[in-house]
């Protein structure tokens, strides 16, 4: 049989690729699109894996980001314009086909939506380290996320820090916090298969936050009034409240009355769209993205990946996978 050859795609004109697009509340659709000529400075890369970030990609898939919200829920590489159509995704991993021949082959980690091939910046995208694996290397945004947070929280060594919410970002922070030496870290969520995942990055579990209380610091990730009432409640005095949930549209309730002000409290609100401004001077995005990469070396992490779905079947498990009781922790996409 004679050998076939793989064409020269970075050559072809006509090359094209096919991306995920939501195109109204709640439905998704798969669309072929051309790939754009290889440009000197950019790489042309086959996405092995991407990840769902359950918490802003239900918002975007739900039609629930308002236009004053576009700007900031806005993916680095999104395509289109909120409410819809748009292509939106920034946990893609691949392996480097065409372009600098230091990056050929090479895993890389790309802020860009769930697309199978796809061309980009030399410049926008970080190598995996040789020790994370390419399916784990999807988790890096969120783990930037973790990392944002514990720096805005003020954390050290000692202390005792409540987790409430035990999702991705929840379970995140708290296998960060738990590497403080000396730190008492807690996390709390309702459903009690959280447990040993937190028991494994060596911290407690507790299934609501009675007898938690004097915390001196605590991280809400629940996305809901009860769990950011909860997170008050385990403070204590002086202590720090950091927000890391993002709410959309939504209204939330939160009762300020109480012990709220005897206390004195100080709540702090977490976003990774900015690096906190002890650090900017020092850490760029681009430097925290890389440390989020480093971090997910440790293989408990292999944990939180709890479902993979092919990709060519990804719009239609996105109303299971993004509805309001998913199941699972981290879902990632297979790609061929």
Same mark, same amino acid.
Not at 208 to 212: F, H, S
Not at 284 to 289: A, F, G, I, Q
């Given at each position: 049989m004679k050998a076939?050859?793989?064409p020269d795609?970075?050559?072809d004109t006509h090359a094209s690729a096919s991306a995920l697009w939501y195109v109204e509340p709640r439905r998704a659709d798969l669309r072929r699109e051309p790939l754009p000529d290889l440009a000197s400075d950019e790489l042309l890369v086959a996405t092995e894996w991407s990840a769902l970030s359950r918490g802003t990609e239900r918002l975007v898939f739900s039609g629930r980001i308002s236009a004053d919200q576009g700007a900031q829920m806005r993916a680095p590489m999104q395509g289109g314009e909120f409410p819809?159509?748009?292509?939106?995704?920034?946990c893609t991993v691949g392996r480097v086909e065409a372009g600098s021949p230091r990056f050929l082959g090479r895993h890389v980690f790309v802020l860009h939506p769930h697309q199978d091939r796809f061309v980009v910046k030399r410049d926008d995208v970080l190598v995996v380290p040789d020790g994370v694996p390419a399916r784990r290397a999807t988790l890096a945004a969120n783990m930037e996320t973790a990392l944002n947070a514990l720096w805005d929280s003020g954390a050290g060594a000692g202390d005792r820090i409540v987790v409430v919410g035990a999702g991705l970002i929840g379970l995140l922070i708290t296998f960060l916090a738990a590497r403080l030496p000396g730190a008492e870290v807690t996390a709390v969520d309702p459903d009690h298969g959280r447990a040993k995942l937190v028991h494994g990055f060596g911290a407690r579990f507790a299934q609501?936050?009675?007898?938690?209380g004097e915390a001196d610091v605590v991280f809400h990730t629940s996305a809901c009034s009860e769990g950011l009432n909860a997170a008050i409640a385990?403070?204590?005095s002086e202590a720090t409240l950091v927000? $890391?949930?993002w709410y959309g549209d939504r209204d939330v309730t939160l009762s300020l009355g109480g012990s709220f002000h005897a206390r004195r409290l100080r709540l702090v609100s977490s976003q990774v769209g900015a690096v906190p401004p002890g650090r900017a001077p020092r850490w760029?995005?681009?430097?925290?993205?890389a440390k989020a990469l480093d971090l997910l070396a440790d293989p408990r992490l292999d944990a939180l990946i709890t479902e993979e779905v092919a990709f060519a079947d990804l719009p239609g498990a996105l109303e299971r996978i993004l509805g309001d009781a998913p199941h699972g922790v981290a879902t990632v $996409?297979?790609?061929?």
């Open positions: 076939q050859i793989a795609r970075s050559a819809f159509p748009v292509k939106y995704g920034y609501n936050t009675q007898a938690l385990c403070c204590g927000e $890391v949930s760029s995005p681009r430097r925290r993205l $996409v297979r790609y061929p």
